[in-house]
């Protein structure tokens, strides 16, 4: 248990927030000493502009994968606020390219039509035009009624347009000569931010993953058929004692020759990293996973990560209660296995006992820690559920004096961190995460 009087998760926040409020004060005095614009209209299109550039660069960070924030924040919780800062994005850049087209229109006594077009035939304009309807694009597909009816494959490749409107933004700015060269500061600052941004950006997601594989050249040294539709993978690898991997993280895994190259599968590590294997256990859910089983023993792996902050590191309490559903138990298996005090619950929601996945190895665990393991079967149809707030009491009395970690399908997580809610459960002692790329 961690004795730390800031917790990880907040001193992380503290940092992205410090980050962000001092990047738009100093745009709010570059705005303030850099001069008005020709009209009302265009200092106000100056204003969002300035502001849609910092928004931008602070999505470059959320997505760097950068393993600090990532550890103590977690890859779900910056995808979410990603989310969000890019439909925020969204209408600050619709905003700025509104009030351009207006206020030329004004300075120029035409309509807005033929304002359009003309500023369409300036470089500098059209670049920021081609930015912004890359970014409306992209924002549309990710609207939550489209995204559900598309191929990850096809959102994820019309996803990675927004780069190619990072650089025509750029562009842009650069061009724009009140933006990028109002002062000595202003050229330097706005230089450094890009930098910064895109650096972290290529560090964390090319850089590193590269890096990683090239020094510790994974591979696969054995599967393991748990059950008929369960597999476990075992990746070993060169100095995988320097690989900073924890219980309860998940990496994500390309086997060359298995999928395409741009197909990824996040898997949780269903065991204890030791410094020689990794091991990932993963249900026959789709044609991915399934065929993990048919893996030669031998062949090359490309791993990313480990990414994740569902680990021991936001321990705030001595006892702890552990919740899965379905295939959810690998990486509470793995907590488990590094839990050393008997202190410990764990629930485990299945349909049936035949789909307790790892079941004799979960039962072991607890055994061996003296801890209680409750495997609850059946379809919440059938009965009361056991995630409502009375029956997860009933089970542990002392649930708002545990550390509780819960991982499982999203409507199962969603409904247990409501009772958490009701039971008064500390915020800081509920650690949750959804594994996923998207």
């Given at each position: 248990m961690r004795q730390s009087t800031i917790p990880p998760v907040v001193a992380a926040r503290r940092a992205l927030w410090t980050f962000v409020i001092v990047n738009l004060v100093i745009v709010e005095v570059l705005f303030l000493t850099a001069g008005t614009g020709q009209n009302g209209v265009l200092t106000a299109a100056k204003f969002f502009g300035l502001h849609a550039a910092v928004l931008m660069l602070f999505q470059l960070l959320l997505v760097a994968r950068l393993p600090w924030l990532d550890r103590r924040i977690g890859m779900d919780r910056l995808t979410v606020w990603h989310r969000w800062v890019g439909f925020t994005l969204l209408w600050t850049i619709l905003t700025h390219a509104v009030l351009?087209?207006?206020?030329?229109?004004?300075?120029?006594a035409t309509s807005m039509t033929k304002t359009f077009f003309s500023l369409a035939g300036v470089p500098a304009s059209l670049l920021g035009m081609c930015a912004a309807a890359i970014v409306v694009v992209v924002a549309a597909v990710s609207a939550r009624y489209v995204r559900q009816r598309l191929r990850y494959e096809v959102w994820h490749g019309l996803h990675l347009l927004l780069y190619v409107a990072l650089g025509l933004a750029f562009v842009h700015q650069l061009q724009e000569t009140t933006t990028f060269t109002s002062s000595a500061f202003a050229k330097i600052y706005w230089w450094l931010l890009w930098l910064f941004s895109f650096g972290a950006l290529i560090a964390g997601r090319i850089v590193m993953p590269v890096w990683r594989n090239a020094y510790h050249r994974f591979?696969?040294?054995?599967?393991?058929?748990?059950?008929?539709?369960?597999?476990?993978?075992?990746?070993?690898?060169?100095h995988l004692d320097k690989l900073p991997a924890r219980a309860g993280q998940f990496c994500i895994w390309r086997f060359p020759g298995h999928n395409h190259w741009w197909l990824a599968n996040p898997f949780s590590l269903s065991a204890v990293p030791d410094?020689?294997?990794?091991?990932?256990?993963?249900?026959?859910?789709?044609?991915?996973?399934?065929g993990l089983r048919h893996l030669p023993v031998g062949s090359r792996a490309f791993v990313e990560g480990p990414y994740g902050a569902f680990t021991s590191l936001h321990r705030t309490r001595p006892g702890a209660l552990l919740i899965a559903g379905g295939v959810g138990i690998t990486p509470v298996r793995a907590l488990l296995e590094e839990e050393s005090s008997g202190d410990v619950v764990v629930l485990h929601r299945v349909r049936s006992e035949d789909e307790a996945v790892l079941a004799d190895e979960v039962q072991g665990l607890v055994a061996d820690r003296g801890g209680k393991l409750h495997l609850v079967t059946g379809r919440t149809a059938e009965g009361s559920s056991p995630f409502e707030p009375d029956s997860l009491h009933a089970l542990v009395p002392d649930i708002a004096e545990r550390d509780v970690y819960v991982c499982g399908p999203p409507a199962m997580t969603a409904a247990v961190l409501g009772s958490l809610r009701a039971l008064q459960v500390p915020e800081r002692q509920v650690h949750a995460e959804r594994f996923g790329l998207a």
């Open positions: 351009i087209v207006l206020g030329f229109a004004r300075l120029g591979e696969v040294s054995a599967v393991v058929l748990e059950s008929d539709d369960v597999v476990s993978v075992h990746v070993t690898g060169r410094g020689r294997t990794l091991r990932l256990t993963a249900k026959a859910v789709g044609s991915a996973s399934a």
